[in-house]
């Protein structure tokens, strides 16, 4: 059964730093991985999708890194703003009879002014 | 591309009564998803449709859950009665039959059982 977990469950941190978010996975039989932001109250956003062939994606100040063999990956944000504080949820697909797309707990990012 | 809509928004009830929740995926989706999602949790799968047959509902409470895709369109999750820990955000998401890798999830409803 897939596992994913994301640690810590929060952080904080000042506005302008570089913060890396990690996420692990059990299964490393992965067809991809994404990266959702989540808003207090809201649904979900996509930010990045990894192929399991790929090793990283970027967009914006945002650069996802995939290590399929590990069971690894990182969300790196860049120059951090307060508009980024959320949560942030790491998920994987698994292709299958009944494909499958399983969520760690997310980090909760807060970045103070 | 108008997205996947979920009504209510908000839901408050007393436990033992009644709540429905409603999704309209995006046009042209045939695989349609309910997640529950608690607090400080990431969601969880409740139950997949393709089209408007069930493909996975290992994790949905069926003593007290029910879900319904009847014109392989829109979707109901209903349940009867409510019980305290159900309180919890309800999201919907689709995807396309090609590409079932990447869904689309809806607002959600947030429901609160008192």
């Known amino acids: 059964k897939q596992e994913v977990t994301q640690i810590p469950a929060a952080l904080s941190v000042p506005e302008g730093e570089n913060l890396v978010l990690n996420c692990s996975f059990t299964d490393s039989a992965i067809y991809n991985l994404q990266w959702f932001r989540q808003d207090p109250g809201k649904g979900l956003t996509s930010l990045l999708l990894?192929?399991?062939?790929?090793r990283e994606q970027t967009s914006g100040r945002l650069n996802a890194s995939l290590d399929k063999s590990s069971g690894r990956s990182t969300l790196y944000i860049a120059a951090s703003q307060p508009g980024d504080s959320a949560t942030y949820l790491c998920?994987?697909?698994?292709?299958?009879?009944?494909?499958?797309?399983?969520f760690g707990k997310g980090i909760t990012l807060s970045v103070r002014p | 591309e108008a997205g996947v809509a979920q009504s209510p928004r908000y839901k408050i009830i007393e436990k033992r009564q009644s709540v429905a929740f409603w999704c309209n995926p995006i046009s042209g989706h045939a695989t349609l998803y309910w997640y529950q999602q608690i607090l400080g949790q990431g969601p969880k799968l409740l139950i997949q449709?393709?089209?408007?047959?069930?493909?996975?509902d290992s994790q949905l409470p069926k003593d007290r859950f029910s879900a319904e895709r009847l014109k392989g369109v829109d979707s109901t999750l209903k349940i009867q009665p409510a019980k305290l820990e159900d309180s919890a955000v309800y999201l919907c998401a689709s995807s396309s039959f090609l590409t079932q890798e990447t869904q689309y999830f809806g607002p959600g409803t947030r429901l609160l059982v008192l």
């Open positions: 990894i192929q399991s062939s790929q």
């Open positions: 998920a994987v697909f698994q292709l299958g009879a009944n494909s499958k797309l399983t």
């Open positions: 449709f393709q089209n408007n047959g069930v493909v996975d």
